[in-house]
């Protein structure tokens, strides 16, 4: 699209997201609000840094949790134990998203494929660890409870309805951010690591740097995420970043896909709506999430916005044809 058109493209579609955004509060009740939209989206958040690991540079880690715990232990342990200021510490634990992910890229960043998940598998469950047994740091298995989120222009995002404007303001700014990266040369490179590392290498990019690199993006979701989950939750704790949540994020990217970094916010919707509604059919929720997963991987490669893709396309390609058929009548007619 040239850029003359590029721009007003752009302000309209902030416009309508704009406009979205500001309807949802009244068009859902308290309990959905609070319970899927909002859960949804931090989770969703969080699970974009995977998304974007595995769908651009080609990295499956499972480390992101880590990440995730890094951010929101450390703002946590800034406020509650060191009395210092709600946003200084915010800014802190954003800040320490990238810098985890660029000391887990730096760790892992000769390993590939098998030998990745498992290096960064560890990470995770090293971290996880760490939380549940440091306790003059993290407070041990009871991690940090009574967290009050803060006061932003006089709205207190303990709220719901403020709290859901922030979340869905800071997902748009996020994917927007990993927008922006994927245009740059940095996100050409994250492809061609993902497509031909010797390839990359021969064209004189350095593989590490660019693996590094590719981690710290990502970090970044995976802070913020981790914040908006303790405001949110209130707290947190070693539970937050168990096996259990490494393996749910795993689920999350692959029931919403990697062809496109936005499918993390499908694959949280569809496994926060199972989680909160199939309880009232089931007790073997996780069964069902399991089952799920499962299905969608067998039907498509790139999950359920894979699918909603396959739609797409196969309807604009019937809708062309139909349209060819009646100009092809309509010149007959003529004729």
Known sequence: MPASRRLPAAGALLVLIGAAIAAVPALVSDFVLLQIVIKSLWL??????????????????????????????LMAILVLDHGLTIWA???????????????????????????????????????????????????????????????????????????????????????????????????????????NRDRLQALGYSTSATTISAFAVSGFAAGVGGVISVWYNGAISPGSIDITRIIELLIVVTIGGTIRIEGAFLGALVVTLLRNYANEYTNRTETLVGAAFMAIVLLSRHGLLGILLNVKSLALKALRFFRGQRMASEKEAVA
């Open 89 to 195: 510490a915010v800014a802190a634990a954003v800040a320490a998203g990238p810098v985890a992910g660029l000391v887990i890229g730096a760790i892992s960043r000769r390993s590939s494929d098998l030998y990745l998940m498992m290096l960064t598998l560890a990470i995770g469950v090293f971290t996880f660890f760490f939380a549940q047994q440091y306790q003059p740091i993290t407070r041990g298995h009871t991690g940090f409870n009574g967290f009050d989120a803060p006061l932003l222009f006089g709205a207190d995002l303990s709220e719901r309805k403020p709290l859901f404007y922030v979340s869905a303001v800071a997902a748009v700014a996020v994917v927007a951010l990993f927008r922006l990266v994927m245009r740059t040369p940095a996100g050409l490179a994250f492809r061609g690591l993902r497509d």
């Open 44 to 73: 969703g958040i969080a699970g974009m840094s995977l998304a974007f690991l595995i769908g651009q540079a080609g990295l499956i880690s499972l480390a992101q949790t880590a990440v995730f715990g890094a951010s929101g232990y």
